[in-house]
């Protein structure tokens, strides 16, 4: 049997660690965070719970003997790389992308453009985001990308009070979205309909909204021709876009417009450092590659919200490899490879932070069984790595908790899981997140309690 240190307790994390736990190992799950789930608790949209409910497979997983969770123990900061590889046999890498890609364009750090990044975990109680603040007054927003983040970010701004009540979306979004001035919500593409990566049950959903008509340009579509090459997907897309095409308004009170071949040229605003007033973008055409490039025209979309939705990108650890162009784990179908591009011995990738921010949920298993399937292998023929420290159970969590405070165990994150369900359901919603590091490690230590402890989900 090895032990291995999964880092990252998202759902890359958990299919890594079913896995490895079936073929006879044990595994130590690390997350930064003292609640685990990753994207599924922080980045899935709280107005599709079904879609989180998979956190109820991961469950069964933490349910098994030889898995512990280690949370609240940031990898790279609160321990290192190498204080993990004296301990463990293995170390896989599942840390995600958790920074965004940026447009490049004058005006970004204006206030009121920000990354998609940074506005889902704010309204999904990410503690690192529960203080930011988005100035919702302004009666159009801009989003630019044309991936499935993008339409998500621009549901939530146009779904009503009463659609997001029973959710768990943060206490400080619910205000936020409450006093909410945006009234049309325009999601930017900089190629056309057909080159979208939207897939079609999102953007099927966009023309369901209670209280948003969706409005498409006629002329985007009529430039579209020869769908018989696109994946079926696309095809579906252009179907879908097709049909919102030819729709009237329906006299809803907010709107969300798809506009195709425009891309950022300048967040404007006043002076250097005032708030966004419009984005200024060109009007593309495509190449014979598909590709988007400028013509002579432009536009000024006046908006107080710009919000990039344009790709992820992953954070590098201390000491461990790192492709900055791709912004991934530099591996080899999930062994991580060093300058000479040689796999380094127990060092695994496995995810977005492995192959690049695509696919759905479920994809992360697939990616997962490659990966783990190199471990086993390399386990096999002792290629792993070998701990120059005390490796027993015991002394790694001796170990850790003497070396950082505050360690949250399954146990501990149960308790916070309750209190938050308990919560919710006085509300009469699925879940009432905590959002304040120190409140969850209250809840996680308070074991044996018969009572809450008093705990604040609102910004303080
Ligand atoms: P994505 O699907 O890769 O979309 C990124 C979009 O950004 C693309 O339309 C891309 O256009 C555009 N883009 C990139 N650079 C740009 C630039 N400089 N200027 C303008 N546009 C630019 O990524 P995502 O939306 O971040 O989603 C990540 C993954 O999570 C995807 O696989 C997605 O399906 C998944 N996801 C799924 C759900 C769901 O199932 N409900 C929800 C959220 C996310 P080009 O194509 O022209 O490069």
């Not at 291995?4 to 079913?18: H, M, N, T, W």
């Not at 190199?374 to 120059?388: K, W």
């Amino acid at each position: 049997m090895s032990r291995a240190a999964i880092v990252g307790a998202g759902p890359a994390g958990f299919y890594a660690a079913e896995q490895l736990l079936a073929a006879g190992d044990a595994v130590d799950l690390y997350d930064a965070l003292p609640t685990p789930f990753g994207l599924v608790r922080a980045g899935v949209a709280p107005d599709h719970p079904k879609i989180k409910s998979v956190t109820r497979i991961y469950e069964k997983t933490a349910a098994r003997d030889d898995f512990r969770f280690f949370g609240n123990v940031e990898v790279g900061a609160d321990v290192s790389r190498e204080e993990l590889l004296a301990r463990y046999d293995a170390i896989v890498y599942a840390v995600g992308t958790a920074l965004d890609n940026r447009m490049g364009v004058p005006g970004e750090d204006r206030p009121g453009s920000v990354p998609a990044t940074e506005f889902v975990a704010w309204y999904n109680g990410h503690p690192g985001f529960a203080d930011r603040q988005f100035d919702l007054s302004a009666d159009r927003a801009v989003v630019v990308g044309n991936g499935n983040v993008a339409i998500d970010v621009a549901r939530m701004l146009v779904l009503g009070d009463d659609e997001l009540a029973p959710t768990d979306t943060a206490d400080h979004a619910l205000d936020s979205f409450a006093g909410s001035g945006v009234r049309e919500v325009v999601i930017l593409g900089r190629r056309g309909p057909a080159q979208a990566s939207f897939t079609n049950p999102e953007l099927r959903e966009l023309g369901e909204l209670q209280r948003a008509d969706v409005a498409v340009d006629p002329a985007a579509l009529d430039a579209v021709t020869g769908t018989e090459d696109l994946t079926p997907t696309a095809q579906r897309n252009v179907e879908i876009l097709r049909e919102y095409a030819q729709r009237e308004p329906s006299g809803k009170s907010h709107r969300i417009v798809l506009l195709f071949l425009r891309s950022p040229l300048e967040v404007a605003g006043d002076g250097e450092n005032g708030a966004v007033a419009g984005l200024r973008v060109s009007v593309n055409e495509l190449d014979a590659g598909g590709r988007p490039v400028p013509t002579e025209r432009e536009e000024l979309i006046p908006c107080g919200l710009v919000v990039r939705a344009i790709g992820y990108r992953g954070r590098p650890i201390a000491g461990v490899p790192f492709d900055a162009t791709r912004g991934l784990i530099p591996n080899d179908g999930g062994r991580v490879t060093g300058p000479d591009g040689e796999p380094l011995p127990g060092e695994y990738a496995v995810g977005w932070v492995k192959r690049g921010p695509s696919g759905v949920i479920g994809t992360n298993k697939k990616d997962a069984a490659e990966t783990t399937a190199r471990l086993v292998e390399d386990r096999d023929a002792g290629r792993l790595n070998r701990p120059s420290e005390e490796s027993s159970p015991d002394a790694i969590e001796a170990w850790l908790r003497e070396r950082v405070p505050g360690v949250v165990s399954w146990g501990g994150w149960q308790r916070i899981d309750a209190y938050e369900a308990a919560a919710g359901k006085t509300a009469g919603r699925t879940r009432r997140k905590v959002v304040r590091i120190p409140e969850m490690l209250t809840l996680a230590e308070a074991e044996g309690e018969s009572e809450w402890p008093p705990i604040a989900t609102t910004r303080a």
